[in-house]
């Protein structure tokens, strides 16, 4: 997309998916001026960075070392997590705390914004007095049946949210009586499919876009950006019945 200007050089930038092929990528690096990657995908990050042109990543999976064309942006994922200790710990009847990570075995280690979370969703419950234990995918069934009920579980997202819900449904366990879950992205689809349906945080993507494209467009014109970069945007917490108080 151009950057607003009249000017004939005004830049493009591409947003890469993982199934971007290597002669697209190519033929994407050679034409465009500057990057905005949503997803890291193995061979796009190499070639981008030895490109030597603006990029901008959202969510990198690991952190890179810094290099003067690169800004790694991230949602500010503290508070999304303490948002949700907030919740859960509001409830008052939450006897145990959990929180549903990711399956890992696919990369090579826990993703940035599911480490964030997970540390600041804890850290905000040791500061009220309560542990939080980890579950682990295909670990639903052990934690689930060990937890002291009820048991209040936040989700790295709404994906993993649901997942968890139905782990619960096939230990007979009700949602919201014996536990309570909320997952982030307020994925109305996924949270309305659910039985009941799902809470979750909303979070500003659009405004982080918004930031990420000055990011790019301060690195294209050679101005300073700190990398990372955090963007502190408005939550919003949508509260459905998977959090609901008991009946």
Known sequence: CANGSSNASAWIGIIFSSSRSPKLLAQD???ADGFIVTTWPCEAPRKLLQSGKPLVVIDPDVHHRPMPNLCEHFIDNDIIAKAAARHL???GHCKSFAFATLDIRTCAREPIFV???RK???AALYAQGFACATIAPGEEALMLTTLTRPIAVFAAHDERAAE???A????NLRVPRDLVVIGVDNNTIQCESTTPPLSSIEVDFAGSAIQACHELDDLMHNRHVASPCVYHGDILLVSRKSTAAPT
């Not at 619960?168 to 230990?171: M, V």
Request: aromatic share 6%; hydrophobic share 60%.
């Open 29 to 31: 690096i050679a034409e």
């Open 89 to 91: 710990l509001s409830l």
């Open 115 to 117: 480490q964030e979370r």
């Open 120 to 122: 600041a969703f804890a």
């Open 164 to 166: 968890i819900m139905q």
């Open 168 to 171: 619960a449904r096939k230990l």
